[in-house]
């Protein structure tokens, strides 16, 4: 149901636009998030746009490079990345969540019921 792409190799500065194609969901998906994993890591939470209210969540790690956003309820869920560093090298995955979740758990990874595939961000001169 959830199908993301737009990932590869860029170099440090450079931008990335990700997509999450959401198929079949219905009116009970609360949110739909980005998480990343890096090698050894554990899923982060990094950006969470509600299809309930719209509102719009970031972690403080990105916040200021990152952009959520989404045409319309059915359409694809962006990422748009600027100012990559290496540290955001990962592989970004999308998820979307079927019950309300809190502000404060709005990154917790158990919280989500679909999962993409992922796409694999790297980020390297």
């Known amino acids: 149901q959830l199908q993301a792409c737009g990932g590869g190799l860029v170099q440090p500065g450079g931008s990335l636009r990700l997509s999450c194609a959401a198929s079949?969901?219905?009116?009970?998906?609360?949110?739909i998030s980005w998480f990343r994993q890096a090698p050894g890591q554990e899923h982060e939470g990094i950006a969470c746009?509600?299809?309930?209210?719209?509102?719009?969540y970031y972690d403080h790690g990105v916040r200021d490079r990152f952009t959520i956003s989404r045409h319309n309820l059915e359409g694809p869920v962006y990422l748009q990345m600027n100012g990559l560093r290496p540290e955001d090298t990962a592989v970004y995955y999308c998820?979307?969540?079927?019950?309300?979740?809190?502000?404060?758990?709005?990154?917790?990874?158990?919280?989500?019921?679909?999962w993409g595939q992922g796409t694999l961000v790297t980020v390297s001169s």
């Open positions: 998820a979307a969540a079927t019950s309300r979740i809190i502000v404060s758990q709005i990154f917790r990874s158990a919280a989500y019921d679909y």
């Open positions: 746009i509600s299809r309930h209210d719209g509102g719009i």
């Open positions: 079949g969901l219905t009116d009970d998906t609360y949110a």
